[in-house]
């Protein structure tokens, strides 16, 4: 059976076209690698992420993975943990937790980071920064849980 993913990237600045995001294209690239069914990243601008995200989470035929990337800082316009919080049906804190020691290894302020990750329905969901650093974290921490937790979330239960 195919894994389904979709790829967010909540960015005012990328969705003007001010730059390019390359955070996004990374974490496509990575799913894509593990043979997951991803379109190109679908970028946002944080004024337009409560309707994208509704247009995404609300529905029932929403991917098996949705990452978000961007939107978890610290100034006015990161809102995406509380744009999320609504939709989860259950957090994954220890995920979080991983995330941020592994940005830590490197980026002292990587625990300013309001990343979240959890379920809704049998979807994974994970917001993160919006920088290539961050990407890589959350790939190397999600490589090798991804393919049980998704499995898990479709009923198949490993023992």
């Known amino acids: 059976m195919t894994t389904s993913a979709l790829v967010l990237v ?6 003007a076209g001010e730059y ?30 409560p309707g994208a995200l509704a247009g995404v989470l609300g529905d029932a035929a929403r991917p098996d993975v949705v990452l978000i990337s961007g939107g978890t800082g610290l ?29 830590m290894e490197s980026v002292p302020t990587a625990v300013l980071s309001r990343a979240v990750a959890g379920t809704i329905g049998a979807t994974f969901v994970m917001a993160l920064p919006g920088s290539t650093g961050a990407a890589r974290d959350a790939v190397a921490v999600l490589d090798p849980l991804l393919d049980h937790l998704v499995s898990t979330l479709k009923g198949h239960h490993d023992h």
């Open 10 to 15: 909540s960015s005012t600045r990328a969705a």
């Open 20 to 49: 390019t995001d390359r955070s996004g294209a990374l974490l496509v690239e990575w799913l894509r690698g593990r043979g997951i069914d991803v379109p190109d990243a679908r970028v946002v601008a944080d004024a337009d992420l």
């Open 75 to 103: 100034t006015p316009d990161d809102r995406t943990p509380e744009l999320l919080a609504p939709y989860l049906d259950r957090e994954l804190p220890g995920i979080v937790h991983a995330f941020w020691n592994k940005g």
